[in-house]
């Protein structure tokens, strides 16, 4: 049974910090691995898709990396803003059986101005 | 681009009672999903559906049934409303690995409250 596990679970850093938010899954037989942000009360925002032949994706200040074979995923915020502030979601997603996402319980970042 | 929606946003009810919500995505996908979401905790899949016609047990499937008469729409029922599903549930879509893209694409939430 795939487990998604999402460290650490809570995250205060200052304006302008380069941060990191670690996602380990139990499976390495996942077709892709999700990245999303959800605002308090919101739904989730996709941030970044990585299949599973991939090494990384970014997107501006995000960059997400994927090792398979470890089970572990990063998700890396350049110079973090105020408005980062949200819960990180990281997800995989099974190649089989409906295919479908597994959530880890998701990282509550903070950002102080 | 209305993407996935769901209705109703919000909704009280009363232990006993029953509801369906609803979820509609527009982007012709086959997979759609409902889950939940309780606080400190990530989506569990209430159940999913690979393709009109077809629904099946995600992790934590017991007191609800879903239907999926039509590809565009997935319905949740609630047949007997307990406080423990309080929760805010999420529905999701998106297409067969095999015909592109498999991104998830999610709905905005429905806020249950069971008093």
């Known amino acids: 049974k795939q487990e998604v596990t999402q460290i650490p679970a809570a995250l205060s850093v200052p304006e302008g910090e380069n941060l990191v938010l670690n996602c380990s899954f139990t499976?390495?037989?996942?077709?892709?691995l999700q990245w999303f942000r959800q605002d308090p009360g919101k739904g989730l925002t996709s941030l970044l898709l990585?299949?599973?032949?991939?090494r990384e994706q970014t997107s501006g200040r995000l960059n997400a990396s994927l090792d398979k074979s470890s089970g572990r995923s990063t998700l890396y915020i350049a110079a973090s803003q105020p408005g980062d502030s949200a819960t990180y979601l990281c997800?995989?997603?099974?190649?089989?059986?409906?295919?479908?996402?597994?959530f880890g319980a998701g990282t509550r970042l903070f950002v102080k101005a | 681009n209305a993407g996935v929606t769901q209705t109703p946003k919000f909704r009280v009810l009363k232990t006993g009672q029953s509801m369906t919500l609803l979820c509609a995505q527009d982007?012709?996908?086959?997979?759609m999903y409902w889950y939940r979401q309780d606080p400190g905790m990530g989506l569990r899949l209430i159940h999913y559906?690979?393709?009109?016609?077809?629904?099946a047990k995600g992790e934590v499937p017991d007191g609800y049934n879903v239907s999926r008469l039509k590809k565009q729409n997935f319905l949740l029922g609630l047949e007997s409303a307990a406080p423990s599903q309080t929760s805010v549930y999420f529905c999701?879509?998106?297409?067969?690995?095999?015909?592109?893209?498999?991104?998830?694409?999610f709905g905005q939430g429905t806020r249950l409250t069971v008093v």
């Open positions: 999701a879509s998106s297409y067969h690995y095999l015909q592109g893209s498999t991104e998830a694409f």
């Open positions: 499976d390495s037989a996942i077709y892709n």
């Open positions: 990585i299949q599973s032949s991939q």
């Open positions: 997800a995989v997603r099974r190649g089989t059986g409906g295919f479908k996402t597994i």
């Open positions: 982007m012709n996908h086959e997979y």
């Open positions: 559906s690979v393709g009109e016609g077809t629904t």
